[in-house]
């Protein structure tokens, strides 16, 4: 190099360092200007510049070449090399379709083309150009693995990881390879197979980002979400603005119930891809990019499962503002309305989510659930028997709770509960076996619920918890749900031997808890219904555990030993319907609490819209019981009993409305429906019960809670018995305060007799005599037999275990 080129390339360097790129280009330039064959210098400069990091000024430099050594295909290619690691795809690619024009043939250009369109998502060009590459120089290991992911985000991820096995085969020491493979293995589900390919990455790059965020990922499927934290956390230790990770760890802590550090997770995902983003774009409006829809949506879910509904519907409209084909989004808005009882819009975005997308799990099951609640029953018939179809055919279409008001076949509420528990609640032996204990002084119960607050299970629950004897048994409630702060919360806290709040408790950690407490039976009181925790007992918390309450049907979970019942809700011959061994108590499998009392008002017919002279029919399930076969029912007995009245649960405006329209439509003058509107003390409405003369109750889905109600308060109530759990009930209970002439068979029966109870007032004074002289010495109402006879039930589970026996059916005495 002679003098004063030295010198003047120290110029440039000055202007450069004093970051007047102009001044420096000019340098170059000049340079060049006066003798070509300085380019070679020039080169190098550029290339001392690239790899210092100093992308800018190896840039600068090759720009200056590129018009004076258009032939020479390194200059392009280095262009494209800066354009690729500052995030300038787009740049990226042009510069690589430049170096192509001086040589098509350059295997390394079109590997580095392939992975630029790969950047871009244009997988379909990026693995025509690898494939090209490919022909040209097989033996290149970066090919086949860009090739991979291409064919890994095209959803080929059998070519895919074909293509990754081409790569290590040729450099078994590619961990980056490897940790792509382990992508395409957990898309096909294949996770120890993922697992196993992890840990070569890692053993050969311990400090691999990308290869803890995939074992994260791997670990999360598997539900081992402290482990898969401490990866992510490894990750992020390693590469602080990796989103992708900050995202998928709020995932988990979602899993964990731990929703609020969930949400500073998405924020911080969000804000890192924010700035990621602003390196490479132009456009400040950052967050109207469409890949943020996934975290708007995540961060809508954690705050939906705080119940903070109306800030989640925020968050999902902003998605949907970046991506309104978002068929997760439509389906949980619609979730969250429905939480909101906006029933009609809830129903329309299932209905758009479902146009965008006609197989999302569960969600058919949904939308008719939520139609039910408004009494929207337009083309059921037909609907039901497609939703039926899919059921046996072991489709993902309905949770169970919604088919039991749809039906009343026990064999498809079976089918269901196993579809559901299937996919959601297998069992998980990450906890081990829980070690067979020595027979102990007291038998340890645990009660599990989210509903230890005014919730109708406590309701009937709470004097059990008192009565039982705590010289033979030690109760625990494990309580998640919220805590209402109520009388009977209180009540409760003090009932037991020992009351845990675990709502932030993760499933996992409340089976752990359980069993140091040593609990032998775990009661699960809520079962398919809302907030319940079935993936608690799927670690399996005690060594029994029983299905009893909340739920009226089986879980179809094989970890569930037994189901509380009694023999007019299973027979023998039905228990083939039922995954759990069932515990037949002697009267009903139904309590309640002989401390709940109506309080002492006295209301008038008057005060609530019911006329004085007429004789009042009442109903007051909830409104997703009601379906045209039981209005065309009640539309008969109000037309066979024209000097009566219908009085009803206003459940909701929509549901009111379609009620109205529905009895018109069967000829019944809509003023004749009396809707009652909420009161906020039980013992009120207990108190009002005695307003009405005779209670019809639905069908298929029963009146539980309701039922007894009317029942305590005197009275009677006429019942359609039929072949499901949730529909024997009221039959159970019947039954059990010695009422059977108030159960029938078939519709016409039900109808038949309501008319005529109606019509003869001798008849229907006899039966409301009888239940109130039955309501003091029959079953039903007296708590303390039955816990003595629900504590019989786990004595003998208790034997059975201790003897090393397999659950079987119990028969209480």
Same mark, same amino acid.
């Given at each position: 190099?002679?003098?004063?080129?030295?010198?003047?390339?120290?110029?440039?360097?000055?202007?450069?360092?004093?970051?007047?790129?102009?001044? /420096?280009?000019?340098?170059?330039?000049?340079?060049?200007?006066?003798?070509?064959?300085?380019?070679?210098?020039?080169?190098? +400069?550029?290339?001392?510049?690239?790899?210092?990091?100093?992308?800018?000024?190896?840039?600068?430099?090759?720009?200056? @070449?590129?018009?004076?050594?258009?032939?020479?295909?390194?200059?392009?290619?280095?262009?494209?090399?800066?354009?690729?690691?500052?995030?300038?795809?787009?740049?990226?690619? #042009? /510069?690589?379709?430049?170096?192509?024009?001086?040589?098509?043939?350059?295997?390394?250009?079109?590997?580095?083309?392939?992975?630029?369109?790969?950047?871009?998502?244009?997988?379909? +060009?990026?693995?025509?150009?690898? $494939?090209?590459?490919?022909?040209?120089?097989?033996?290149?290991?970066?090919?086949?693995?860009?090739?991979?992911? /291409?064919?890994?985000?095209?959803?080929?991820?059998?070519?895919?990881?074909?293509?990754?096995?081409?790569?290590?085969?040729?450099?078994?020491?590619?961990?980056?390879?490897?940790?792509?493979?382990?992508?395409?293995?957990?898309?096909?589900?294949?996770?120890?197979?993922?697992?196993?390919?992890?840990?070569?990455?890692?053993?050969?790059?311990?400090?691999?980002? #990308?290869? *803890?965020?995939?074992?994260?990922?791997?670990?999360?499927?598997?539900?081992?979400?402290? $482990?898969?934290?401490?990866?992510?956390?490894?990750?992020?230790?390693?590469?602080?603005?990796?989103?992708?990770?900050?995202?998928?760890?709020?995932?988990?802590?979602?899993?964990?119930?731990?929703?609020?550090?969930?949400?500073?997770?998405?924020?911080?995902?969000?804000?890192?891809?924010?700035?990621?983003?602003?390196?490479?774009?132009?456009?400040?409006?950052?967050?109207?990019?469409?890949?943020?829809? #996934?975290?708007?949506?995540?961060?809508?879910?954690?705050?939906?499962?705080?119940?903070?509904?109306?800030?989640?519907?925020? %968050?999902?409209?902003?998605?949907?503002?970046?991506?309104?084909?978002?068929?997760?989004?439509?389906?949980?808005?619609?979730?969250?309305?429905?939480?909101?009882?906006?029933?009609?819009?809830?129903?329309?975005?299932?209905?758009?989510?479902?146009?965008?997308?006609?197989?999302?799990?569960?969600?058919?099951?949904?939308?008719? %659930?939520?139609?039910?609640?408004?009494?929207?029953?337009?083309?059921?018939?037909?609907?039901?028997?497609?939703?039926?179809?899919?059921?046996?055919?072991?489709?993902?279409?309905?949770?169970?709770?919604?088919?039991? !008001?749809?039906?009343?076949?026990?064999?498809?509420?079976?089918?269901?509960?196993?579809?559901?528990?299937?996919?959601?609640?297998?069992?998980?032996?990450?906890?081990?076996?829980?070690?067979?204990?020595?027979?102990?002084?007291?038998?340890?119960?645990?009660?599990?619920?989210?509903?230890?607050?005014? *919730?109708?299970?406590?309701?009937?629950?709470? $004097?059990?918890?008192?009565?039982?004897?705590? /010289?033979?048994?030690?109760?625990?409630?494990?309580?998640?749900?919220?805590?209402?702060?109520? @009388?009977?919360?209180?009540?409760?806290?003090?009932?037991?031997?020992?009351?845990?709040?675990?709502?932030?408790?993760?499933?996992?950690?409340?089976?752990?808890?359980?069993?140091?407490?040593?609990?032998?039976?775990?009661?699960?009181?809520?079962?398919?219904?809302?907030?319940?925790?079935?993936?608690?007992?799927?670690?399996?918390?005690?060594?029994?555990?029983?299905?009893? @309450?909340?739920?009226?049907?089986?879980?179809?979970?094989?970890?569930?030993?037994?189901?509380?019942?009694? !023999?007019?809700?299973?027979?023998?011959?039905?228990? #083939?319907?039922?995954?759990?061994?069932?515990?037949?108590?002697?009267?009903?499998?139904?309590?309640?609490?002989?401390?709940?009392?109506?309080?002492?008002?006295?209301?008038?017919?008057?005060?609530?819209?019911?006329?004085?002279?007429?004789?009042?029919?009442?109903?007051?399930?909830?409104?997703?019981?009601?379906?045209?076969?039981? +209005?065309?029912?009640?539309?008969?007995?109000? @037309?066979?009993?024209? %000097?009566?009245?219908?009085?009803?649960?206003?459940?909701?405006?929509?549901?009111?409305?379609?009620?109205?329209?529905?009895?018109?439509?069967?000829?019944?003058?809509?003023?004749?429906?009396?809707?009652?509107?909420?009161?906020? +003390?039980?013992?009120?409405?207990?108190?009002?019960?005695?307003?009405?003369?005779?209670?019809?109750?639905?069908?298929?889905?029963?009146?539980?809670?309701?039922?007894?109600?009317?029942?305590?308060?005197?009275?009677?109530?006429?019942?359609?018995?039929?072949?499901?759990?949730?529909?024997?009930?009221?039959?159970?209970?019947?039954?059990?305060?010695?009422?059977?002439?108030?159960?029938?068979?078939?519709?016409? $029966?039900?109808?038949?007799?309501?008319?005529?109870?109606?019509?003869?007032?001798?008849?229907?004074?006899?039966?409301?005599?009888?239940?109130?002289?039955?309501?003091?010495?029959?079953?039903?109402?007296?708590?303390?037999?039955?816990?003595?006879?629900?504590?019989?039930?786990?004595?003998?589970?208790?034997?059975?275990?201790?003897?090393?026996?397999?659950?079987?059916?119990?028969?209480?005495?």
């Amino acid at each position: 190099m002679n003098a004063q080129l030295k010198i003047m390339l120290q110029k440039a360097v000055e202007a450069f360092r004093t970051v007047n790129f102009d001044g /420096a280009t000019s340098i170059l330039i000049e340079i060049l200007e006066n003798d070509i064959k300085n380019a070679n210098t020039i080169f190098e +400069l550029g290339i001392a510049y690239a790899k210092s990091n100093k992308f800018t000024e190896a840039l600068a430099v090759f720009l200056c @070449l590129q018009p004076y050594k258009n032939d020479d295909v390194r200059i392009p290619y280095n262009v494209g090399l800066i354009h690729s690691l500052r995030g300038m795809h787009q740049l990226a690619l #042009e /510069a690589y379709d430049l170096a192509l024009n001086i040589n098509p043939d350059d295997a390394v250009v079109l590997i580095n083309k392939g992975s630029t369109c790969n950047d871009l998502k244009n997988y379909v +060009l990026a693995i025509e150009v690898l $494939e090209k590459a490919i022909n040209i120089r097989p033996d290149i290991p970066e090919a086949w693995s860009n090739k991979g992911v /291409a064919l890994s985000n095209l959803n080929l991820n059998q070519e895919a990881i074909d293509a990754y096995n081409k790569a290590i085969d040729l450099n078994p020491s590619y961990h980056e390879a490897l940790s792509n493979k382990v992508v395409s293995l957990n898309k096909l589900k294949r996770y120890t197979e993922a697992s196993e390919v992890c840990d070569k990455a890692l053993a050969l790059n311990p400090d691999y980002a #990308e290869a *803890h965020y995939n074992k994260g990922l791997i670990l999360s499927e598997l539900k081992s979400y402290d $482990e898969a934290i401490a990866h992510f956390d490894k990750a992020l230790k390693l590469r602080p603005d990796y989103h992708e990770v900050w995202i998928s760890k709020g995932l988990v802590l979602c899993q964990l119930k731990r929703y609020e550090e969930a949400i500073i997770h998405y924020d911080r995902g969000i804000q890192l891809k924010c700035a990621g983003e602003a390196l490479v774009n132009d456009d400040k409006v950052l967050n109207m990019q469409p890949d943020f829809a #996934e975290a708007w949506c995540n961060k809508g879910a954690a705050l939906h499962e705080l119940k903070r509904y109306d800030d989640a519907i925020t %968050h999902y409209d902003k998605a949907l503002s970046l991506k309104p084909d978002y068929h997760e989004v439509w389906t949980n808005k619609g979730l969250a309305l429905n939480e909101l009882k906006c029933y009609d819009k809830a129903v329309d975005h299932y209905e758009k989510a479902l146009s965008l997308k006609s197989d999302i799990d569960w969600l058919s099951g949904d939308l008719f %659930h939520t139609k039910m609640k408004i009494g929207s029953w337009f083309d059921l018939a037909d609907s039901l028997k497609h939703l039926f179809k899919k059921v046996m055919a072991n489709e993902k279409v309905t949770a169970p709770y919604a088919l039991l !008001s749809l039906a009343d076949d026990p064999l498809l509420h079976k089918k269901s509960a196993e579809i559901y528990a299937h996919d959601k609640y297998s069992f998980n032996p990450i906890l081990g076996t829980i070690v067979r204990r020595s027979k102990k002084a007291k038998i340890r119960i645990g009660y599990f619920s989210a509903d230890f607050k005014n *919730h109708p299970v406590s309701l009937l629950t709470a $004097e059990i918890f008192e009565l039982h004897d705590k /010289a033979r048994f030690e109760i625990t409630a494990f309580s998640f749900g919220v805590d209402d702060k109520s @009388l009977l919360r209180r009540r409760l806290s003090k009932a037991f031997d020992k009351f845990i709040d675990v709502m932030t408790f993760s499933d996992q950690q409340i089976a752990e808890l359980s069993r140091e407490l040593g609990i032998d039976i775990a009661i699960d009181l809520g079962g398919f219904t809302q907030d319940s925790r079935t993936g608690i007992f799927s670690h399996r918390a005690a060594p029994i555990q029983v299905n009893w @309450l909340g739920y009226p049907g089986t879980l179809g979970c094989d970890f569930i030993d037994y189901i509380v019942a009694d !023999s007019n809700i299973i027979s023998e011959s039905d228990q #083939e319907f039922y995954t759990e061994k069932v515990v037949y108590l002697p009267d009903t499998s139904m309590v309640d609490d002989s401390k709940r009392v109506a309080s002492s008002r006295e209301y008038t017919r008057e005060q609530w819209g019911l006329p004085e002279d007429k004789f009042v029919f009442c109903c007051f399930n909830n409104d997703f019981k009601f379906n045209p076969k039981i +209005l065309d029912s009640w539309s008969i007995i109000l @037309l066979g009993m024209e %000097h009566s009245v219908l009085w009803i649960s206003e459940n909701n405006e929509f549901f009111k409305a379609n009620i109205k329209t529905e009895f018109e439509k069967r000829g019944i003058d809509s003023k004749r429906i009396i809707f009652a509107q909420r009161v906020e +003390l039980m013992a009120d409405h207990l108190a009002r019960y005695s307003l009405a003369d005779l209670f019809l109750d639905t069908h298929p889905y029963n009146a539980h809670t309701t039922a007894l109600d009317s029942l305590k308060a005197g009275v009677p109530v006429l019942t359609l018995k039929g072949q499901s759990f949730a529909s024997r009930v009221a039959a159970s209970l019947l039954n059990a305060i010695r009422l059977p002439e108030l159960i029938t068979n078939t519709q016409e $029966e039900y109808e038949a007799l309501a008319i005529e109870l109606a019509m003869n007032p001798e008849k229907l004074a006899d039966i409301k005599f009888k239940l109130a002289k039955n309501r003091l010495t029959t079953p039903l109402f007296n708590t303390p037999l039955f816990t003595k006879n629900l504590e019989s039930a786990y004595v003998q589970m208790m034997e059975r275990y201790q003897a090393n026996l397999l659950p079987d059916h119990i028969y209480v005495q």
